[in-house]
């Protein structure tokens, strides 16, 4: 026998990837620890539903999974936007060519990092640690 329900979860298990759901119509009400169901990716990502949260699990005789979340509010975004809202102050959004990334605090690092643009804005102050290679002293400029 198999079955769909739509849940509450109640507790996260983020070591073993794994929830527990409250689902009316279940013998027990709380399920055993369901396994997270992640979309496949050459990168390896971690998603974790919170507690409250709406989701989708699936049973099969002998186990069952979380497939999903239920997303109870509409992002405000277009339908051609891709975005990754984390929530007000922390987001990615993707649009027309354009990528935003809306953060308190963003680090890049890697070993070179390289901007190609005909035209740069910083808007704010400028720190240099290092060296500012083709810069004429005194001069201001390149």
């Not at 929830?19 to 013998?27: A, T």
């Not at 069952?64 to 997303?71: A, D, E, L, T």
């Not at 740069?120 to 810069?135: P, Q």
Request: proline share 4%; with cysteine.
């Amino acid at each position: 026998m198999q079955w769909v329900m739509i849940g509450t979860v109640s507790s996260l298990n983020s070591e073993d990837m794994t929830v527990r759901v409250e689902c009316d119509g279940l013998d027990t009400s709380l399920s055993d620890e369901l396994s997270i169901v992640i979309p496949p990716s050459r990168a390896q990502e971690y998603h974790m539903p919170d507690v409250g949260d709406t989701v989708l699990c699936i049973y099969t005789e002998s186990q069952g999974f979380c497939i999903g979340m239920i997303q109870d509010a509409t992002p405000e975004m277009s339908a051609d936007e891709w975005g990754i809202l984390f929530d007000e102050e922390n987001q990615v959004v993707f649009k027309d060519g354009k990528m935003m990334v809306k953060a308190k605090e963003v680090t890049i690092e890697g070993t070179k990092v390289s901007i190609i643009a005909p035209e740069v804005t910083i808007g704010g102050n400028l720190t240099v640690t290092g060296t500012i290679n083709g810069l004429t002293p005194g001069s201001g400029s390149l």
